[in-house]
């Protein structure tokens, strides 16, 4: 693409200028190149750039974060792009869904029909959408991504996802999924003061899954070798379930409301 100057791709990349300037005062975001008059210059490479940069911005990341990760070497524009417009796709779905729900219910209105039925449509297209985008991803922290990996598939019986690879053969990045979301596994990582349950010698915090039947899920755990805390049990607060910890001392619960 031919080089844009720093005004246009403010308006085209609804940022300011201004954000721009600081993007570059703190290493994010260098402009390609400087016309004569020193104006500022930006091409492909830094358009990406600042593609990277807006989408971690949009998921929470700090600009001090944002710096840290924004040169991956493992990055893919495509992959990202795939999976940018899968999102969008998806949220147009429920978008689509909830206009034809709150189309009928006016036109129950207009006509003076009980909009009752419609009404309980609208909210439920509008909670499934709420849903959708205020998604959560669970990140848990481990010493060795791989034996992380394959022991909550092997064990506790997740989906596997990827096991993403550096340069130089370290995992950098896993995934696995659990009924209707998905945990990512990140490394230890002194830089954001991340550390396995086993390098801290206790768990922070413990993980609960959803599961059809606590008992049975225990049964294949333990026969699987699983550490099992304690067995299933009736909790007061509505839920049986049961505890274990996974290879590395992380606590996790899996649990079904009693009925």
Known sequence: MNLIRVG?????????????HHYEQIGLLAPSARNEAGHRLYGTEAVERLYRVNRLRRIGFSLDQVGRVLDDPNWSL???????VASVDAQITQLASLRNAATAALADVDTNSDPTEQLLEVL??????????RQRISILVYRDLPVAHAYLVDVFGFTPGEVTLDPDGNAVHAEVFVGDGHIWLHPETEAFQLASPQSLGAASATTA???????EHHRLVEAKGG???????????????YSARDCEGALWSFMKPLT
Do not use: C, F, W
């Open 8 to 20: 246009d791709l403010a308006e085209k990349a609804g940022v300011t200028v201004r954000a721009l």
């Open 78 to 84: 495509v992959k990202a792009l795939g999976r940018h």
């Open 124 to 133: 439920s297209a509008m909670e499934t959408l709420d849903n959708l985008v």
């Open 209 to 215: 899954v959803m599961v059809d039947d606590v008992d």
């Open 227 to 241: 550490d099992i805390v304690y067995p299933p049990i009736d909790q007061p607060y509505g839920y049986r379930e």
